[in-house]
């Protein structure tokens, strides 16, 4: 299986902060990666696919990059409602793995 | 298009678990996997598996002798047994539907996802 690892677990920050999340994957991926931000008792909602393609209606201060083994998720001006948790999913072999997710704290 | 799923909330050790996930507002019949996910505090999301509207199932190898997916599709909804449950099973499960993308296969919808505890 390919491990995905997510740093950092946690962060904390304010509102109106850049903050990165990194995932690093076991085994190079190209860019078949995805990021979804969770919260609490909603379903998962898919921010980012191939690394880097925002999707419709998610708003622009999220950006993601990276291919091959190494991904970063970035919200350049942090607003309230992105203080939640998020996680990486490849999609480059099965089975699909996951980040362990970092959660994002005021 | 929304996915609900449904399931009993408790099932005993040894027991088997059942889960169906009912697809409104859309065809269950489109070029989609769709697929089970779960989540627990200590070890995070896993992919379980998926299946096609055809039946063409795949399933995660640490979970597959204990894995069946079927789908009906008169009734829009697809379903997830596992056998020989352990507390480790206990777990948030999520129904998913993956879509093709530039670079890969992603989950666009979920469903709310259900509590199934493992317990006597």
Excluded: H
């Amino acid at each position: 299986d390919i491990q995905m690892t997510q740093s950092p677990s946690s962060v904390s920050a304010s509102v109106g902060d850049r903050v990165t999340i990194t995932c690093r994957a076991s085994q190079g991926i190209k860019t078949w990666l995805a990021w979804y931000q969770q919260t609490p008792g909603q379903a998962p909602k898919l921010l980012i696919s191939a690394a880097s393609t925002l999707q419709d209606g998610v708003p622009s201060r999220f950006s993601g990059s990276g291919s091959g083994t190494d991904f970063t998720l970035t919200i350049s001006s942090l607003e309230p409602e992105d203080f939640t948790t998020y996680f990486c999913q490849q999609s480059s072999s099965f089975p699909y793995t996951f980040g362990q997710g970092t959660k994002l704290e005021i | 298009v929304q996915l609900q799923e449904s399931g009993p909330g408790l099932v005993k050790p040894s027991g088997t678990l059942s889960l169906t996930c009912v697809v409104s507002g859309g065809s269950i019949s489109s070029s989609y996997w769709w697929t089970w996910v779960r989540q627990t505090p200590g070890k995070g999301m896993q992919w379980i598996g998926e299946i096609y509207y055809t039946g063409i199932t795949n399933y995660n190898p640490s979970l597959k002798s204990r894995v069946t997916i079927s789908v009906d599709k008169s009734k829009k909804q697809f379903s997830l047994k596992l056998n020989s449950v352990t507390a480790a099973d206990t777990a948030v499960y999520y129904c998913a539907r993956a879509s093709a993308y530039d670079a890969g296969w992603y989950f666009n919808l979920w469903g709310r996802g259900t509590l199934l505890t493992v317990s006597s």
